[in-house]
C-alpha cells in the first residue's frame, strides 16, 4: 500500500517534470524562432501602430464622409453642420438651392428642413436632428438658469422581480388579461419610501454631466447613438432625451479588447502543433517515454500561461477587478482545445487558415452577440462575456449565473482535450486523408472496442453540450426571421442537429466495422445512444439551462422535460431509423437515415406544440 | 514571364482550394456572417423602436401613477400605449414587483414654473426586456413634457438656438448609416483580407512543405510561380466581394455603382495581397509571416481610415451614390502603390532565385 502510494507519487513527479521539459522546449522553440528578425520587425509595427492610433484619434475615422449631400440657406447653420464630416455642405441662396433642389438630400431654407422620400434622405433627416439636437443641448448646457433649459430630471429606480425571470423568458407579457381596475398586489404590500423631491446633486455637477454627455462625439457613438443617446449619466438621473435601453457599448468594446489577443495567441499553439507535423518533429517527441497527455499539457502550457498574463496585464491597464478573469478561463480553454485540435486535423495552411477564421467568426459571434443585450434580457448570460460587461459595470453576479454562462464552453472544452489526448499519435497526426475522414478517424478513436455500448454511450451523453451550443446558434440566428418561419427553421434545425448527433456514433462504428451492425447490435446501441442523450440533456438541463428551456423556442428545443418515456421512445426510434438505413444501404444511407429521422422528430414535436398550442 | 504559365500555377492553386473543399468553407462563412448581421440589426432595430415589432406594438402596459394629476398624467390617460392607474406608491412597486404593471411613476407637487426642476421617480424591472420598451414609450411622453415645461420657464433664457423645424416623420433610417457606412464596406473589403492571408499560405507552404525544389524544376520560373498564386488569390477578390453584393442586394439593400465597387476593391486588394506576398518571401513560414503581417494590416487599415477619401469611404460614397470625380485620383494613387509593390514583389523574387538556384 505505501510502495504503490510512493510509486504513483514519483510517477505524478515524473509527468510535472516531463510537463516542464516540453514547455521549456516549445518556449525556447518558439523565441528562436521568434527572434530571428521577427522581433525587430514587430517592434517597429508596434511603435508604428502607436503612432498610427495617436494619428486616428486626432484625425477620426473617415469612414463615412460625405454620404449625404446638404444645402443650407443660412451661414450659421452652415458653420454648425460642416462639424459633421458625413454633409457635403453647400451654402448657397434659397433661390439657387430650389433651383437644384434635386442635387441634395436634404434643404435648410428658412429654418425649415426639406426632405425627399429617398432612403438616403430619411437617414440624413435622422443625421440631421441628431446633429440639431446637439447643438440644441450645447446651446442650453450654457444657460445660466440651467433647470430652465432642463426642467425635467427623471430618476430611474430598477426593481428586481420577485416572480423568478423565468415569466419573462416564457414570453409572459407583464400582465395577460385586459385589467379595468388597478391592480391589487398578492402579497403584502412594502413600505417604499417617498422619493426627495428635489435633485441630491449641485446644477453644475449635471452641466459638467450634460456637456460630456454632448461632446460624445466620436465615430463610435456615431454607431451607438442611433440606439442610445449617452452613456455617461450622473448616477440615475437623466434628462428625458438621454432614457433609452441601456445598451453597454463602451463595455463591449472593452471585451474585444480581451478576446482578440486571447484568440491570436491560440493561433501561435495551433501553428506550433501544425508544425510538429509538418516537420515531422512530433516523431521524436512521440517515440519518447513521455506520455501524450504531458506532450500536450507541457506544449499548452506557455501559451495558457501567456493567455493569462495577457488576460492579469489587460485587467492591470484598465484598473478593472480582477474577477473579471473568472469568465475569461473558460473561454481561454475553450480557445486552446479548438486550437489544439484544428492544428492535429487541418492537412495545409489554408485549411488551416479557413478553419480556424470560421472557428473564431462563429465562436467570437457566440460569445459577442449575447452580451449586447447585458442589461435588457436574461438570454445574454448564455456568453461568459456578458459577465464581464456586469463586472465592469459594477453588477454583482452571482455563482449560479458563472455556472450557467461558463459550464458549456467547460464541457466542451474538456471533451475536445479528451479527444485530441485520444488521437495525439503518429498514424493520426501524420496521415493525409481527407478533412471528414479524419474528423471520423478521431471519434472512432475514442469509441471503445471492447465496450462499444458503454463508449455510444458516454460519446452521445457528451455530445449534448455541443448539441446545445449549435442550437443556441440557431435560435440566434433565426431570431430575425418572421414568427411562423422562424419556428418552422428552428424545429427542423433542432430535430437535425439533434437526430446527426444521434446517428454520428453509430455511423462511425459501422465504418470503422461494418460487420459490427447485426440486428442485436443495432438495438443495442440505439438503446445505449438513446439513454446517454436522455441523460444527458437532462443533467445539463437541470444544472444550467432551466430558464431558456421554458421560453417558446425552448420549447422546441427542449421539449422532452415532462415525462421520461415519450423523448426516450422518441430518442430510440431516431437512432434506429438512421441505423436501419446505414445497415441496409451502407454509409449512403447516413443522409437519407438523417432525413427521415428528422422528419420523425419534428412530426413528434409538432404535435405537442400543437397540443400545447390548442 | 509567360502568361501560360502564371496560369498554370493559379490553376494548380485553384484545384487545390476545391480539392480540400476550403472554398466551400469561406462561403458558409460569408453565410453566417450575412445572417449574423441580420439577426443583429432586426434584434437592434426591435429594441431602440419597439413598435417595428408588430406583436408588442398592439399592447397596452399597465403603469402605476403616484401623485397629483399633472400635464404628464393627462399626456399619459391620452396616450394608447399605456392604461395608467391612480395609485399609492407603496402599492404599486409591489405590484410591479409581481409583475402586475410595467413601470410605477412617482410624481412630486414641484410647480411647472418652479426654481426647482421637477424630478420623477420612474420604477421599473431590472434586467427585462419590456421595460426596455416601456422606457422608449415613456421617453415621448417625457420629451413632450418638458418641452411643455421649458415654454413655462421660457423667460429665464438668455440663449434661443437657432430655430430648425422638421416635416412629421415617416419613420425608417435608423440602420442606414450602419449599412452604408459599415457594414458594406466592411463584407466587401473582407474578402482582400482573406485572400491576402491565403498568398502567405500558398508561398511558406511552398517552403514549408519542401515543394518548392520540384515546382522550380520545370519550366516555371520562381517570380513565375509567385505571380501566380497572387494571381490565384487575387481573382477571388472580385468573385466573393460580388457573392457579398448579391446577398445583400437580396437583403433589400440597395447598392448603386456595384461594378465601381468591384473595380475598387480589386485594385486595394492588390495592395494587400502584394504586401503579404512580400512578407511570406522574407520569411518563408507561416507563424512569423501570419503574425507580422497581422499587425501590419491593422496598422496599414487604420491608417488608410484616418486620411479622408480613402478607398474605404470610396467604397460607402460609391454605394449610396454620392462619390465624385475623386474616385479616379484615389484608385491613381492606389494603383501607384499597388505598382510600387508589386516592382518590389518582382525584383525580390528575382533576387530570391538568383541567390538560391543561380549562385
Redesign the interface.
Not at chain 1, 429654418?111 to 426632405?115: E, I, Q, S
Given at each position: 500500500m505505501v510502495m504503490m502510494q510512493e510509486r504513483s507519487r514519483e510517477d505524478m513527479m515524473g509527468t510535472l517534470a516531463d510537463i516542464t521539459t516540453i514547455a521549456r522546449w516549445e518556449v525556447k522553440k518558439s523565441f528562436s524562432?521568434?527572434s530571428?528578425d521577427?522581433l525587430p520587425?514587430?517592434i517597429v509595427?508596434?511603435v508604428?501602430?502607436v503612432a498610427?492610433?495617436g494619428?486616428?484619434a486626432q484625425?477620426?475615422?473617415?469612414?463615412?464622409?460625405?454620404?449625404?449631400?446638404i444645402g443650407v440657406d443660412?451661414p450659421?447653420?452652415a458653420q454648425?453642420l460642416s462639424g459633421d464630416?458625413?454633409f457635403?455642405v453647400f451654402q448657397l441662396a434659397e433661390r439657387d438651392l430650389i433651383a437644384q433642389r434635386g442635387d441634395f438630400d436634404i434643404l435648410?431654407i428658412n429654418?425649415?428642413?426639406?426632405?425627399g422620400?429617398g432612403?438616403?434622405s430619411?437617414?440624413a433627416?435622422?443625421?440631421?436632428?441628431r446633429d440639431?439636437a446637439k447643438?440644441?443641448n450645447s446651446?442650453?448646457n450654457?444657460?445660466?438658469?440651467l433647470?430652465?433649459?432642463?426642467?425635467?430630471?427623471?430618476?430611474?429606480?430598477?426593481?428586481?422581480?420577485?416572480?423568478s425571470?423565468l415569466?419573462?423568458q416564457s414570453g409572459?407579457?407583464?400582465?395577460a388579461a385586459?385589467?379595468r381596475a388597478?391592480?391589487?398586489?398578492?402579497?403584502?404590500?412594502?413600505?417604499?419610501e417617498?422619493?426627495?423631491?428635489?435633485?441630491s446633486v449641485t446644477k453644475e455637477e449635471l452641466r459638467g454631466q450634460l456637456v460630456q454627455s454632448n461632446a460624445e462625439n466620436t465615430q463610435i457613438s456615431?454607431?451607438t447613438e442611433?440606439?442610445s443617446s449617452s452613456t455617461v449619466t450622473m448616477g440615475t438621473?437623466k434628462?428625458?432625451?438621454q432614457?433609452?435601453?441601456?445598451?453597454p457599448f463602451d463595455s463591449i468594446i472593452l471585451v474585444f479588447v480581451f478576446i482578440f489577443p486571447l484568440y491570436?495567441t491560440s493561433?501561435?499553439f495551433m501553428?506550433?502543433i501544425?508544425?510538429e507535423r509538418?516537420?515531422r518533429k512530433g516523431e521524436i517527441l512521440l517515440s519518447a517515454p513521455v506520455k501524450t497527455v504531458s506532450i500536450i499539457i507541457g506544449k499548452m502550457l506557455p501559451y495558457l500561461l501567456g493567455m493569462l498574463a495577457i488576460c492579469a496585464a489587460l485587467t492591470l491597464w484598465i484598473q478593472a477587478s480582477p474577477l473579471i478573469i473568472l469568465p475569461l478561463v473558460p473561454v481561454i480553454f475553450f480557445f486552446l482545445a479548438n486550437a489544439l485540435l484544428i492544428g492535429m486535423l487541418s492537412?495545409?495552411?489554408?485549411?488551416?487558415?479557413?478553419?480556424s477564421?470560421?472557428f473564431s467568426?462563429?465562436a467570437t459571434?457566440y460569445l459577442f452577440?449575447p452580451s449586447?443585450?447585458a442589461?435588457?434580457?436574461?438570454i445574454s448570460l448564455i456568453s461568459p462575456l456578458t459577465l464581464i460587461v456586469l463586472t465592469l459595470q459594477g453588477t454583482p453576479w452571482t455563482v449560479t449565473d458563472y455556472l450557467y454562462s461558463t459550464s458549456l464552453f467547460w464541457l466542451t472544452s474538456a471533451v475536445l482535450f479528451y479527444i485530441a489526448a485520444k488521437n495525439f499519435k503518429e498514424e493520426r497526426l501524420f496521415s493525409e486523408k481527407?478533412?471528414v475522414t479524419r474528423m471520423r478517424e478521431f471519434l472512432s478513436e475514442i469509441l471503445s472496442r471492447k465496450h462499444p455500448f458503454l463508449s455510444l454511450f458516454l460519446l452521445t451523453g457528451f455530445s449534448i453540450p455541443f448539441v446545445f451550443m449549435v442550437q443556441m446558434m440557431c435560435l440566434?440566428?433565426f431570431?430575425?426571421l418572421p414568427?411562423p418561419a422562424s419556428l418552422v427553421f428552428l424545429l427542423l434545425f433542432a430535430a437535425l442537429i439533434e437526430e446527426t448527433a444521434k446517428g454520428i456514433g453509430i455511423y462511425t462504428l459501422y465504418n470503422r466495422d461494418p460487420g459490427f451492425l447485426t440486428w442485436k447490435n443495432l438495438i443495442l446501441a440505439s438503446g445505449a445512444t438513446a439513454i446517454g442523450f436522455l441523460v444527458g440533456e437532462k443533467l445539463l438541463l437541470f444544472v444550467t439551462l432551466a430558464q431558456i428551456s421554458d421560453s417558446v423556442f425552448g420549447s422546441i428545443l427542449f421539449l422532452s422535460l415532462g415525462s421520461l418515456w415519450l423523448p426516450l421512445l422518441l430518442h430510440f426510434a431516431g437512432v434506429l431509423i438512421v441505423a436501419c438505413f446505414i445497415k441496409k444501404w451502407g454509409a449512403k444511407g447516413f443522409v437519407p437515415g438523417l432525413a427521415l429521422a428528422m422528419v420523425v422528430h419534428c412530426l413528434y414535436n409538432l404535435y405537442f406544440i400543437l397540443g400545447w398550442l390548442l | 514571364m509567360k502568361a501560360k504559365h502564371l496560369s498554370i500555377i493559379a490553376k494548380k492553386e485553384f484545384r487545390?482550394?476545391l480539392s480540400?473543399?476550403?472554398i466551400l468553407?469561406?462561403i458558409?462563412?460569408q453565410l453566417?456572417?450575412a445572417?449574423?448581421s441580420?439577426?443583429?440589426?432586426?434584434?437592434?432595430t426591435s429594441?431602440?423602436d419597439p413598435t417595428s415589432l408588430s406583436?408588442y406594438s398592439r399592447?397596452?402596459?399597465?403603469i402605476?401613477y403616484a401623485g397629483d394629476e399633472s400635464d404628464l398624467s393627462r399626456y399619459l390617460y391620452a396616450s394608447p400605449d399605456f392604461?395608467v392607474?391612480?395609485?399609492d406608491?407603496?402599492?404599486g412597486?409591489?405590484?410591479?414587483?409581481?409583475?402586475?404593471?410595467?413601470a410605477v411613476i412617482?410624481v412630486?407637487?414641484?410647480a411647472?414654473d418652479a426654481?426647482?426642476?421637477?424630478?420623477?421617480?420612474?420604477?421599473?424591472?431590472?434586467?427585462?426586456?419590456?421595460?426596455?420598451i416601456v422606457?422608449?414609450k415613456?421617453?415621448d411622453i417625457?420629451?413632450r413634457?418638458?418641452k411643455d415645461?421649458?415654454e413655462?420657464?421660457?423667460d429665464?433664457?438668455?440663449?434661443?438656438?437657432?430655430?430648425?423645424?422638421?416635416?412629421p416623420?415617416?419613420g425608417?433610417?435608423?440602420?442606414?448609416?450602419?449599412v452604408?457606412?459599415?457594414l458594406i464596406?466592411l463584407l466587401v473589403f473582407m474578402p482582400a483580407i482573406?485572400a491576402s492571408?491565403?498568398v502567405?499560405?500558398?508561398i511558406?507552404?511552398e517552403y514549408?512543405?519542401d515543394t518548392l525544389e520540384t515546382l522550380v524544376s520545370t519550366p516555371v520560373t520562381f517570380s513565375e510561380m509567385v505571380w501566380g498564386k497572387v494571381l490565384a488569390c487575387e481573382v477571388l477578390v472580385p468573385a466573393q466581394a460580388a457573392v457579398w453584393l448579391v446577398l445583400l442586394m437580396i437583403n433589400g439593400i440597395?447598392i448603386e455603382n456595384a461594378g465601381l465597387i468591384l473595380l475598387h476593391v480589386t485594385i486595394s486588394s492588390f495592395v494587400l495581397v502584394l504586401l503579404g506576398a512580400l512578407t511570406a518571401l522574407h520569411?518563408r513560414?507561416?507563424?512569423?509571416a501570419?503574425?507580422?503581417f497581422?499587425?501590419?494590416l491593422?496598422?496599414v487599415i487604420?491608417?488608410a481610415?484616418?486620411?479622408?477619401?480613402?478607398p474605404?469611404?470610396l467604397l460607402?460614397?460609391l454605394a449610396?451614390?454620392?462619390a465624385g470625380t475623386e474616385q479616379w485620383a484615389v484608385l491613381a494613387a492606389v494603383l501607384a502603390v499597388a505598382a510600387l509593390l508589386g516592382y518590389a514583389t518582382q525584383k525580390y523574387a528575382e533576387r530570391i532565385s538568383r541567390i538560391s538556384y543561380t549562385g
Open positions: 524562432m521568434m530571428r521577427v520587425l514587430a509595427l508596434f508604428l501602430l498610427v492610433t494619428f486616428s484625425s477620426g475615422l473617415h469612414l463615412q464622409d460625405g454620404m449625404y449631400r443660412d450659421t447653420m454648425i464630416a458625413r457635403t435648410v429654418g425649415y428642413a426639406y426632405t422620400a432612403s438616403r430619411v437617414a433627416r435622422k443625421t440631421l436632428e440639431y447643438y440644441v446651446v442650453y450654457r444657460e445660466e438658469d433647470f430652465a433649459a432642463y426642467p425635467l430630471w427623471i430618476d430611474t429606480q430598477s426593481v428586481k422581480s420577485e416572480l425571470f415569466a419573462t409572459q407579457y407583464v400582465s385586459p385589467v388597478a391592480p391589487v398586489p398578492e402579497g403584502p404590500v412594502e413600505q417604499v417617498t422619493p426627495s423631491p428635489t435633485l456615431r454607431y442611433t440606439l438621473f434628462t428625458p432625451s432614457l433609452s435601453p441601456p445598451l491570436f493561433q501561435f501553428m506550433s501544425m508544425n509538418i516537420e492537412r495545409s495552411f489554408k485549411e488551416l487558415s479557413f478553419i477564421i470560421f467568426t462563429v459571434s452577440f449586447i443585450f442589461n435588457v434580457h436574461v481527407g478533412l440566434v440566428l431570431f430575425n414568427m | 487545390g482550394l480540400e473543399r476550403t468553407l469561406a458558409l462563412l453566417f456572417v445572417l449574423f441580420s439577426f443583429l440589426m432586426v434584434g437592434l429594441m431602440y406583436k399592447f397596452k402596459y399597465n402605476g392604461r392607474f391612480q395609485m406608491l407603496s402599492t412597486v409591489t405590484a410591479l414587483k409581481e409583475r402586475k404593471l410595467a412617482w412630486p407637487d414641484t411647472p426654481d426647482d426642476p421637477i424630478k420623477i421617480t420612474l420604477y421599473t424591472l431590472q434586467n427585462d426586456l419590456q421595460s426596455a422606457d422608449v415613456l421617453k417625457f420629451l413634457y418638458e415645461l421649458r413655462v420657464r421660457v429665464r433664457l438668455n440663449e434661443q438656438p437657432l430655430p430648425l423645424r422638421f416635416p416623420a415617416s425608417g433610417g435608423d440602420f442606414y448609416e450602419f452604408y457606412g459599415l464596406p482573406i492571408a491565403l502567405i499560405d500558398l511558406t507552404e514549408q512543405h440597395a520569411y513560414e507561416r507563424t512569423a501570419q503574425f507580422i497581422s499587425t501590419a491593422v496598422v487604420l491608417f481610415l484616418s486620411l479622408p477619401a480613402n474605404m469611404n460607402t460614397r449610396v451614390g454620392t
